[in-house]
């Protein structure tokens, strides 16, 4: 077995190493950077990484407990938010909120109906719309799962200083912005 060199990435990291999967900067140019500078940087994708994967984790969970797709999943949550702000929601603007269509969002109902998620009544004010509700037991269950992560999230960004949180917000945005482009 050969003894990995003291400059090696990490177990994982070399799949994203620059130096491993673009030694000749064809791509990624880590020209004037010294090894213990890529290195950080190669331990910020690494922990982008186990970020997505524990989030992806998490959201799999979610559906898997509730036997639901991530349109279903999305919908709750407008559905927790909307009844948190007392907004009542219509099919259309469900519809509206998920870009999907009318005919869809009527199947979407459907299901979450007939697994006792969501109910349907008169629009208070409107007789000729109807009024789309999340569940008690549902309104808790992706309080309990889904807000307890958000909760988390939140927590970890107010540790971080007013500057740093500019810092996390510039980095982001221009992550966003390079896949965004490259779409």
Known sequence: MRARRKDAPAQGAAMIDPRVIDPGQHLVSFAGMDDAEISQIVRVLMAMRRWRES????????RTEMKLNETDMEALRFLVASRNNDVIVTPGMLADHLSISTASTTKLLDRLARAGHISRAPHPTDRRAVM?????NTHEHVRDSV??????????????SPEEREVVIRFLERLTRGADESC
């Open 55 to 62: 989030e992806q984790r998490v959201s799999s969970r979610s």
């Open 147 to 160: 807000g307890r992560v958000h909760a988390d999230r939140f927590t970890a960004v107010a540790e971080l």
């Open 132 to 136: 789309v509700s999340i569940t008690q």
